[in-house]
């Protein structure tokens, strides 16, 4: 998919004020059986297609509304992931702005995790 050249500075903008990591780094930290909240942040449609397996829903459209009431620790180690990991970055950067400490975005997002076949589940 090509993106708009205005979403992908926005997007551009988040990435150099958050944390990333690789697809290979959640996937040892799960077979590691580390605590942290792993969550997707696609669309409910997206969501219910397939996900990374382990993974929660909260979706990027609702996450700065609901995440208090899910996670309201804000040191939790929290893991996001989307599509690719541009919609991920932007909901990084919003938990940081809302004080959440520990907060990093799957760079490559489920098209990666997919690409390596790393396990899925389905509803």
Known sequence: MAHAPGFLK??????SR????????VKKRLEAQEK?????VREDDEWRAGRAKGSTHIGKGVIERDIESHIPEKSTPIVLYCGGGFRSALAADALR????????????????WREK???????
């Open 97 to 112: 702005q809302m004080g959440y400490t520990n907060v990093i975005s799957m760079d490559g997002g489920i098209k990666a």
């Open 18 to 25: 958050i944390k990333e990591c690789t697809v290979e780094d």
């Open 10 to 15: 926005v997007v551009q903008q988040a990435k």
């Open 117 to 123: 076949g790393y396990p899925e589940e389905t509803t």
């Open 36 to 40: 942290f909240h792993f969550i997707d």
